[in-house]
């Protein structure tokens, strides 16, 4: 499909994600994928952010309101947790599961999503997995409308984490 995958080597495709233990048998498979040059560790607690904003387009996905560009003390999440505030009031998904510093898997409009981290030489490997159980007709649009949302959230987390302001 047209926009499933995303700066991921077919290893990390092929590898196991959290939320395929959530939906076994998914409509539709998402990947992307990107090296931050700072530890898990430091990445982390950018991830873990998303609790706060969903560090995507803020014009679009936020209501304009910008995304945090500064670390702030947010608990790690735990299953049950709002995800993510719209313009920094309205939840738009919850804490599926949690490995601090390892994965945060997130259900958000009827998806669900792995962001895991893996140790790569010096730095980490930010991998995105999708999956939505019954896609129906609009399976293509949630890869197409996802691929430049999630890419641009991947991007600034990498910039956020490596200490890079554009």
Same mark, same amino acid.
């Given at each position: 499909? @047209?926009? !499933?995958?995303?700066?991921?080597?077919?290893?990390?495709?092929?590898?196991?994600?959290?939320?395929?233990?959530?939906?076994?048998? %998914?409509?539709?498979? *998402?990947?992307?994928?990107?090296?931050?040059?700072?530890?898990?560790?430091? *990445?982390?607690?950018? =991830?873990?952010?998303?609790? *706060?904003?969903?560090?995507?387009? !803020?014009? @679009? !996905?936020?209501?304009?309101?910008?995304?945090?560009?500064?670390?702030?003390? =947010?608990?790690?999440?735990?299953?049950?947790?709002?995800?993510?505030? =719209?313009? $920094?009031?309205?939840? @738009? $998904?919850?804490?599926?599961?949690?490995?601090?510093?390892?994965?945060?898997?997130? $259900?958000?409009?009827?998806?669900?999503?792995?962001?895991?981290?893996? %140790?790569?030489?010096?730095?980490?490997?930010?991998?995105?997995?999708?999956? =939505?159980?019954?896609?129906?007709?609009?399976?293509?649009?949630?890869?197409?409308?996802?691929?430049?949302?999630?890419?641009?959230?991947?991007?600034?987390?990498?910039? *956020?984490?490596?200490?890079?302001?554009?």
């Amino acid at each position: 499909m @047209i926009g !499933d995958r995303w700066g991921v080597t077919d290893h990390e495709v092929a590898r196991r994600y959290p939320c395929d233990d959530l939906v076994p048998s %998914p409509a539709v498979e *998402l990947w992307r994928g990107v090296t931050v040059h700072a530890s898990p560790e430091r *990445l982390w607690r950018w =991830v873990r952010q998303l609790q *706060l904003a969903p560090y995507a387009y !803020d014009v @679009i !996905d936020n209501l304009g309101r910008r995304s945090p560009r500064e670390l702030r003390e =947010v608990p790690d999440p735990q299953p049950g947790d709002p995800m993510s505030h =719209v313009g $920094g009031r309205w939840p @738009i $998904g919850r804490v599926l599961a949690t490995a601090p510093g390892e994965h945060l898997t997130v $259900g958000v409009m009827g998806s669900v999503m792995s962001y895991v981290l893996v %140790p790569h030489g010096d730095g980490t490997r930010l991998l995105l997995k999708v999956v =939505v159980e019954k896609a129906r007709w609009y399976g293509r649009a949630v890869a197409l409308g996802d691929w430049p949302m999630a890419r641009r959230q991947l991007l600034n987390w990498k910039q *956020l984490a490596e200490g890079v302001t554009r």
